[in-house]
């Protein structure tokens, strides 16, 4: 087992399977996911300190006890969606084993895609990065096509999609050449948070 | 009228009650890591708990009878 990945499992797994990679998506693509949620967030800090900074005192329009109910109903809400948009961007993700490679997707909290492509059928793997933002923060696409079928993966928004490309293609050349996988992974340099 | 507001802040109470339950699940049937999702499990079940206790707490204490009738309203 890759020793980063000892304590982890999914659901599926093989006996003979190791988990070499686990990918989610790059944390800025996650934080943009939540700006709505940061923003709601913000509004109600802002809300309250304007409230008590310019002395308005509110309890003459509203009840007192019906303002509390409100506020604290508003945290929940934004305490409860929270934990629904991490579900649903950090449950996206893709797993490379040294059998296979699983994107799972999840999409909102009732729908969750899985679909594999196994290691030795991949014939062409490419990274892409684009814009600026994610020149800056070293994030992208990988794509993995298989050889004949039309079967195709996207990793979407990844960290260092260039790092995750070159260790895919140690894999598989450590797999054709019955070469150690581990060391394929160790050959790999990545540029930032993968490794 | 009193009835009516219960019986919706009922309904709003089970789908706090509801939508902790999923997100509980999520943790834990879906984590890649145990000890992880144990951490993360524990965190959102104790502040969910105080936070659904003290939303229920603050609709009970609220006075409907006197904001009823400051609108011109009776329950």
Redesign the interface.
Known sequence: MHKR?A?????GQRDDEE?LL?IHRHWFNILVHFLGLIFAGLVLVFGSFSLFWFSIDITTLI?S??V??LV??L??FI??FF??LW?DVW?D?WIVTNRRIINIE?KG?FV?EISELQIDKIQDVTSEVIGVIPSILNFGNVSVQTAGEQEHFEFYQVPDPTGIKNMISHIIHAKEDNESIEQAINETTFENTIK | MRQLLLVGYGLLFLSYIIAAGFIVFHFIRYSFNRSLASLAVLLFVAVTSILILANALLFLAIPWNKIFTSIGLTL
């Open positions: 990945y304590n982890y499992h999914f659901i988990i686990i009840n006890q019906l509390d109910f604290n109903t945290i929940l305490w409860l934990f629904f579900i449950f993700v999840q909290m969750r």
